[in-house]
């Protein structure tokens, strides 16, 4: 069973895959704000659910019948199909990439939509072989912090 920290972050993987595929930015904030309250919750929301069900759950604020069907499918699968899709479409480890310092939303979008780097070790490649250089609003300086931050992490810049 899944605690609401982890649902929590299925919320917010849902709200970056549904961003990068320019879904409408008011049902990504939604998404968005699910999560953070979904985390910040002392009961655990499968109590909640248990209790009374997805009209149990509609008593948060912000949670309608979507999200209370999506909270249930993950208490009960440990995924919705609405998370299965996007990550079908988009794969989880694009967001890898947001764990570089200097590297947003915008950017990840232009790696993997303009340079198909869909993780970490691909970006790792990417970066060894002078890619940055046709990443725009990148420079100089950005590139010799990204290479810093890839080798902490092991990888090989040279």
Known sequence: MKSNKEIAQ???QMASLMELRHDDAFKVR??????????DLQTPLA?????GGAAELRKLPGIGDTLSKRIIDIIETGTTEYFEELRGQIPLSVLELLSIDGIGMK???????QFQIKSLDDFAKFVAGGG???VPRLGPKS????????????????
Request: charge should be neutral; glycine fraction near 4%; aromatic fraction near 10%.
């Open 30 to 39: 939604s998404y968005r704000q699910a999560a953070e309250l979904i985390g």
């Open 132 to 134: 940055l250089k046709s």
């Open 47 to 51: 109590e909640m659910a248990a209790a």
């Open 107 to 113: 950017t990840v979008e232009l790696l993997f939509n």
């Open 10 to 12: 299925i919320f917010d």
């Open 143 to 158: 590139e010799a912090r990204m290479k810093e931050m890839l080798e902490a992490r092991g990888y090989k810049m040279k």
